[in-house]
């Protein structure tokens, strides 16, 4: 836990889930409740904008060719670059893991809310968050759905899909691993009652710890 202001940090979700299962639309839902929300795609982007660090580390490992005419990164090539080579993938990692976790730190620390969800789409195959986190949520749906809405939202074919999702835990051992599910192979409207039901339960959860940690 990180110290702020003398108090714990509040209840810290980990939100996860493979790609194509929602995770996103599940964060604002949780959003539009007053739950507080680190992405840590969104921290991704911060940390490698030009001018940043994660930006000047990839460019010095894997060159200008990464680099788009406005500055940013390749990300399109980056991204097909290290899911066709496992070297590439460890030393992006080494890169930019450190920096995303730092800032997932600062963020955490900053919230204010009874509990939070910290969104962290390979909080399994990575681990680098396991200290901040005391629950994990895993967003689910069938395969073949994941499939579907990731080529229909980005353009990819079935077998760009398919090695993204070889690299993430197959979905039975992210089921297995889970501390709470909620179902998303159906329409968005069942989102919302899934989600009010987990919000009443970690706000119960989060002022358990609070009275805990009051007695220490």
Request: charged share 20%; aromatic share 4%; proline share 6%.
């Amino acid at each position: 836990m990180i110290p702020r202001g003398g108090n714990d940090v509040p209840l810290v979700v980990g939100l996860t889930g493979g790609i194509g299962s929602g995770k996103s639309a599940v964060a604002d839902a949780f959003a539009a409740l007053g739950a507080e929300v680190t992405d840590t795609d969104r921290l991704a982007h911060a940390v490698t904008a030009p001018g940043e660090p994660g930006h000047a580390g990839v460019v010095r490992a894997f060159g200008t060719a990464y680099v788009l005419p406005d500055g940013k990164l390749d990300r399109a090539k980056l991204r097909e670059c290290v899911f066709a080579d496992a070297a590439a993938r460890a030393l992006l990692e080494g890169i930019l893991h450190p920096l995303i976790r730092a800032a997932a730190a600062r963020e955490v620390a900053a919230w204010t809310s009874p509990y939070g969800l910290l969104v962290v789409p390979l909080l399994f195959e990575r681990g680098g968050h396991k200290g901040l986190v005391q629950r994990v949520l895993v967003v689910d749906c069938p395969e073949d759905v994941q499939l579907q809405r990731v080529m229909a939202r980005s353009g990819l074919t079935e077998a760009a899909v398919r090695a993204i999702m070889a690299a993430q835990l197959p979905r039975a051992q992210r089921l297995a691993r889970a501390d709470d599910v909620l179902d998303n192979g159906g329409p968005i409207e069942a989102i919302a009652p899934q989600v009010a039901a987990l919000d009443r339960r970690y706000r119960v959860l989060a002022a358990a710890a609070a009275m805990d940690s009051s007695r220490l």
